[in-house]
């Protein structure tokens, strides 16, 4: 089963626009890491934000995590249409040296 | 390496043969992941190696799955009899240490007629 789960599955904006995806978990972590995926083939790490961290930037990408509420969110400011792809969150769980997957959201940037 | 590779990039097998799937990490990474992928979801995990050993193999669905990796740096995962139901992309993935970030490879594109 899956640990975390994004919403929503499915979004498209416009060009210039920003972008928010959440994601859920249901166990303590020790951090959360989101990736995205382009064709279905090899994913990318984009951050990693540790269970004693609140938020984290990288570029356009602002990553926050409330781990009172289980949730995470990727927002992705000044959207490109190069941004287009999947894009999952993985928990790494406190004892499980491993992370699990949510089934990812799926972003449409048009030109 | 640069990256994590992975060879064959895709395999066609016939339902009952053995397959090999190969994984070659980012040079001193001592963590290294297998998952699985199917159209429309999320990668599922299969089993992590520490080193040499196999730390979690909890997601191996059945005995029909097996992997090495006997000098702590390239994988290999082995399906035998393969079934229709096992078609799917392989992913390896490594990182420096248990905690850290993956890097991926392209993964495999293993489809059994």
């Known amino acids: 089963s899956q640990q975390g789960e994004e919403d929503p599955q499915a979004l498209s904006i416009q060009e210039g626009e920003n972008a928010t995806m959440n994601c859920s978990y249901k166990?303590?972590?020790?951090?959360l890491q989101w990736y995205r995926q382009n064709s279905g083939r090899g994913l990318v790490h984009l951050i990693l934000?540790?269970?004693?961290?609140r938020e984290k930037h990288s570029g356009r990408l602002r990553v926050t995590l409330d781990t009172s509420k289980k949730s995470s969110s990727l927002l992705i400011t000044a959207s490109r249409a190069a941004d287009t792809a999947s894009y999952f969150c993985?928990?790494?769980?406190?004892?499980?040296?491993?992370?699990?997957f949510g089934d990812g959201t799926t972003l449409t940037v048009k030109p | 390496g640069a990256g994590v590779s992975q060879t064959p990039s895709n395999k066609v097998t016939e339902k009952g043969k053995y397959v090999e799937l190969r994984c070659d990490p980012i040079?001193?990474?001592?963590?290294l992941y297998w998952y699985r992928q199917s159209l429309g979801q999320g990668p599922e995990f299969l089993i992590y190696?520490?080193?040499?050993?196999?730390?979690?193999d909890s997601g191996l669905p059945n005995d029909r799955f097996f992997a090495v990796r006997p000098e702590g740096s390239v994988s290999t995962l082995k399906i035998q009899r393969t079934e229709r139901g096992d078609s799917a992309v392989y992913l390896c993935?490594?990182?420096?240490?248990?905690?850290?970030?993956?890097?991926f490879g392209s993964g495999t594109r293993l489809t059994v007629v």
């Open positions: 993935a490594s990182s420096l240490t248990r905690g850290d970030g993956y890097t």
């Open positions: 166990t303590s972590i020790n951090n």
């Open positions: 934000i540790r269970s004693n961290e």
């Open positions: 993985a928990t790494d769980g406190s004892n499980a040296g491993k992370s699990t």
């Open positions: 040079s001193g990474h001592t963590a």
């Open positions: 190696f520490q080193g040499t050993g196999a730390a979690d």
